[in-house]
């Protein structure tokens, strides 16, 4: 082992959790327009006055040397509009987004007796073929942009019209009139008034329900909206508020009318992420519970699965109104699955309601075709969400194509080469275009009495140790850049992706990443000799299984980082490999110096914390460290059982004796109400804001009393820095397509760092 201080595998990871994130951390293997501005938004356009305030508190993190708040403005739009997102950049640098032609094959279900069951896989030619055919239809290619771009064009067309006429059936002719709505928040002032708060008792009465729920003007606002679309015969709507806002509660009233005054009881489907399904199930028991609902996860499927096929079998209707399911459900190929989606496909549904509906951004992902195969019959399909628009005009038009895939439907092109998110024309042309389908209000429209939010950046120095470790990596990365620069013609340092592979340019940011947040995420202290020292000893012992080979054991170990290895030892590790690391390892990462500062400070002022990371890997770490300090936390990420989610949300919430909540930003950052807390820390950001906006409204919500606070930790001279750099230069993005409406100004200042510009930058240096 190295000299140096002595002291984690990623537990298996749930595919949930990581399917967005490929790249990132491995899971051990073996061990487990605003040409005039559109009369009518059925959106809020107003900017936003900012939500941000100085933080001159005495919350501050006292006596950190090196921390140098600066405050987070989100309204601010003097960057760019530049999309970088990463999986966008390196594709394009390599071509191979723009030569890849996707393969669709058919593959069918087993269910003979239904055609319109089948399932679709895309499978994408390797690299070597996409370059033999792009060669091939090089021609063909300039009639295919020209046909395709027509396709776009003509979507755009046939929804403006639709558009116009919804317009002007659901506000009337005068532009006045149009404009006052766009900003209205009390149904009472609103020319589409349906139903009013008293319809809504009336029906929750008939519900024979002892709980009267009384609605916020601008939530029944948006029950009307979604009324009206219905009675329209439009096939789709976004509700898309701001987190915390109760889109939960405006969908089940909603339902419940549908009911009542439609004479409409379903069947619906609700798909959510699975840390929200007993919350579901919980509000539509508490809000409807005149309503039959069955949770099909888990355990549950099996038993019902039966029953539900023979009443599909039958054509009887379903017994029950709502069925609550996972995204997980369409996401896999496996028999039980299949199964799973056959009984969805027997009955033809009212409403398909998708939770946090930004998971269908991919229109190639098996989630979205998988669960259009279910949904593409439907009355309608209705989407809620915080964040429509996560990183591109692409990922928004994938939405828009599941809510209404009559107007939208693009087949297999290539959308990325027409939705360039840097087109103001285009943009401003969606906006107009999608307006009367989403309904987006945000907080400090609607409810001018929530608490603040304070937004804080703690910029984090390293020290030695985590230097040197960063330092090694980048002299790595450099000397085998230059090893492969000297092979080729191309001598061109600002273009590090001519040379180098995109995974691996991958690679190395991730590991720049993994140093910059906890140095013990990468193998470095212990060395390869010692690897082969512990595979000796474990081997023998069937740590790895009684099958597993010693090479096969080498192999594992090497792949370990060193806190991986660390927790090992410390289960296994008895016969001469007590090489386990101290405490004092866990304080080598700048960041969680900074917490062993921050925690006891907030713990004494009586602030409560949820701090997340993307990481497993780094919850684990960061457990370490909050023993070490000494607080009481729980942990929810995504290999917590489904069933016991809720469970430790409802604990946190209730027990003040539990100072902090550690979670995965994908497991634990959408859906669950977390106002225990009142303050968030983002340990480590995410290239996507909208991911971390996700969770720091966990406790920025209805509900909440007290202020506040949202640390965000960067390590500086890393690339931790130009993470965040990226995150606000998407959410400019976001607030130019969706809330303020504004022109975006100055767009050329930030220069376009994409992951392997970079890199390539790094060599320069
Ligand atoms: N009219 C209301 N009366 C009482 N409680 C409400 C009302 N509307 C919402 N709430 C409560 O506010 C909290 C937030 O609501 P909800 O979870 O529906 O928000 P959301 O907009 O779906 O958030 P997210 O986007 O984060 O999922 C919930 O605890 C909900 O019960």
New binding site residues.
């Given amino acids: 082992m190295k000299r140096g201080r002595n002291n984690m595998e990623d537990y298996e990871l749930s595919d949930e959790e990581w399917a967005p994130a490929e790249d990132s951390f491995k899971p051990s293997r073996v061990l487990k327009i605003i040409p005039p501005k559109p009369p009518i938004q059925s959106y809020a356009y107003t900017k936003p006055p900012s939500i941000i305030q100085n933080n001159t508190n005495t919350n501050n993190i006292n006596n950190m040397s090196n921390s140098h708040p600066v405050q987070i403005d989100i309204s601010s739009s003097s960057e760019n509009l530049e999309d970088d997102d990463v999986e966008v950049t390196t594709s394009t640098l390599s071509g191979a987004a723009t030569s890849s032609r996707a393969r669709r094959f058919v593959i069918e279900d087993d269910d003979e007796e239904e055609d319109d069951g089948n399932e679709i896989i895309d499978v994408k030619s390797n690299e070597y073929n996409d370059e033999v055919e792009d060669i091939e239809f090089q021609d063909e290619d300039d009639d295919d942009d020209v046909e395709e771009r027509d396709v776009v064009r003509k979507a755009l067309h046939k929804c403006g019209k639709i558009s116009t006429e919804l317009k002007m059936e659901l506000y009337g002719t005068t532009a006045a009139a149009c404009h006052r709505y766009s900003q209205v928040v009390e149904a009472s002032t609103s020319s589409m008034r349906i139903v009013t708060q008293d319809d809504i008792t009336e029906a929750y009465g008939e519900a024979d329900s002892n709980f009267k729920?009384?609605?916020?003007p601008y939530?029944l606002v948006g029950v009307n909206f979604l009324l009206l679309l219905y009675r329209k015969k439009i096939g789709g709507a976004i509700l898309a508020?701001e987190?915390?806002?109760?889109?939960?509660?405006q969908a089940i009233t909603y339902l419940i009318l549908l009911k009542n005054l439609n004479d409409d009881p379903g069947p619906h489907l609700i798909v959510c992420p699975a840390s929200?399904l007993e919350?579901w199930e919980r509000?539509l028991r508490k809000w409807c519970p005149s309503f039959t609902v069955l949770q099909y996860h888990g355990a549950n499927r099996s038993a019902y699965i039966k029953e539900l096929s023979s009443f599909g079998k039958a054509g009887m209707p379903p017994p029950f109104n709502v069925i609550l399911v996972c995204y997980s459900l369409f996401e896999r190929h496996s028999a039980q699955q299949k199964d799973d989606r056959k009984v969805l496909r027997y009955w033809r549904w009212s409403c398909v309601l998708m939770?946090?509906a930004h998971a269908l951004k991919d229109k190639s992902s098996y989630r979205w075709k998988n669960l259009m195969s279910v949904a593409r019959n439907a009355k309608q399909r209705l989407m809620?969400?915080?964040t429509p628009l996560q990183n591109d005009l692409q990922e928004l038009w994938s939405m828009l194509e599941f809510m209404m895939p009559d107007l939208f439907e693009t087949g297999d092109i290539d959308l990325k080469k027409f939705l360039n998110s840097e087109d103001k024309d285009l943009i401003a042309q969606m906006k107009s275009i999608i307006g009367p389908f989403i309904l987006r209000r945000l907080k400090l429209d609607v409810m001018q009495q929530l608490v603040p939010k304070i937004q804080t950046v703690e910029y984090v120095q390293m020290d030695t140790e985590q230097d040197a470790a960063y330092n090694e990596a980048i002299q790595n990365y450099r000397a085998a850049s230059q090893a492969r620069l000297s092979k080729t013609s191309e001598i061109n340092l600002n273009n590090i992706a001519a040379v180098m592979p995109r995974r691996q340019i991958s690679n190395y940011f991730l590991e720049f990443r993994k140093i910059a947040n906890h140095p013990l995420l990468v193998r470095r202290l212990y060395t390869d000799n010692d690897v082969l020292r512990y595979a000796k000893v474990m081997h023998p012992r069937g740590v790895f299984g009684f099958e597993c080979t010693l090479e096969r054991v080498i192999e594992e170990l090497k792949s370990y980082n060193d806190y991986s290895i660390h927790k090992l030892l410390l289960f296994h590790g008895d016969d001469g490999t007590d090489d386990v690391l101290s405490d004092d390892h866990v304080f080598v990462s700048a960041k969680c110096r900074a917490l062993a500062k921050l925690l006891p400070m907030l713990k004494n002022t009586g602030h409560r914390v949820l701090i997340f990371s993307q990481w497993t890997s780094m919850l684990d770490i960061l457990e370490w460290a909050l023993d070490v300090i000494g607080v009481t936390y729980r942990r929810l990420d995504g290999s917590t059982q489904v069933t016991e989610r809720q469970n430790i949300v409802d604990t946190f919430n209730k027990d003040p004796t539990i100072f902090a909540c550690l979670l995965s930003t994908r497991a634990g950052g959408?859906?669950l109400?977390l106002t225990g807390a009142d303050t968030v820390i983002i340990h480590d950001m995410d290239f996507n804001p909208q991911i971390d906006r996700?969770a720091e409204?966990?406790c920025h919500?209805?509900?909440q009393t007290k202020p506040v606070t949202v640390y965000r930790l960067v390590t500086k001279n890393t690339v931790d820095e130009n993470v965040y750099e990226i995150a606000k230069r998407k959410l400019t993005l976001d607030a130019a397509i969706l809330e303020t409406g504004e022109e975006v100004v100055g767009g050329g200042d930030m220069p376009d760092k994409t992951m392997a510009q970079i890199l390539s930058s790094l060599l320069l240096v």
């Fill in positions: 729920p009384e609605l916020k939530q508020d987190m915390g806002l109760g889109k939960t509660i929200v919350n509000e939770d946090e809620l969400t915080g959408q859906g109400n996700q409204d966990r919500r209805i509900g």
